[in-house]
């Protein structure tokens, strides 16, 4: 199977777009080269969870029956700016923190239920960047210690903007 990414804007193939295809027992990731394209080797027919992400386009995701009469999957990506951590655009981490940094990962809930319990409801998938993460039930287990943590966006060209705004998901949990 062939996946091509274009340029909903002008058609033209788009590079180093990231591909994740979530099968129910497999899970591929890759990304388009100078054509605009990434190979899937089809490991078993059924349907599978689609995500395509590329800094400076919207996100894309869909659900779909892929077969062997899947020949080509194309993708349009709108310009624009959004993620929504199912692929890695590219955002660093940094601080000094020794415990609890920023990660993108699908949440882990706690038994005190004062986390983070899961992805917002608003964006495809289940991924988001989060801290103190770690699968212990304890949310003081893995919590930030001993410093700060950053999460810092790729760079955003938002000169041909008329009226950019930013919309994002937020929860906090304070110490006890």
Not at 76 to 88: A, H, I, N, S, T
């Amino acid at each position: 199977v062939v996946i091509k990414v274009t340029d909903a804007s002008n058609g033209n193939p788009i590079f180093d777009a990231k591909i994740k295809f979530v099968f129910p027992l497999v899970t591929h990731e890759g990304s388009t080269n100078a054509l605009g394209e990434e190979q899937l080797t089809m490991f078993y027919q059924d349907t599978c969870a689609i995500y395509v992400g590329k800094w400076g386009y919207l996100p894309y995701c869909a659900v779909q029956l892929v077969d062997s009469n899947t020949q080509t999957i194309n993708i349009m990506l709108q310009p624009g700016y959004g993620d929504d951590f199912e692929v890695d655009l590219g955002w660093s981490v940094n601080g000094s923190a020794t415990t609890g940094v920023w990660e993108r990962g699908v949440p882990h809930a706690t038994n005190s239920g004062s986390t983070v319990q899961g992805d917002v409801p608003w964006d495809c998938g289940t991924s988001c960047y989060v801290t103190g993460n770690d699968a212990n039930l304890d949310p003081d287990f893995d919590d930030v210690d001993q410093g700060n943590t950053v999460l810092v966006s790729p760079l955003m060209d938002l000169s041909s903007y008329t009226t950019p705004y930013f919309n994002f998901g937020r929860d906090i949990v304070t110490g006890k």
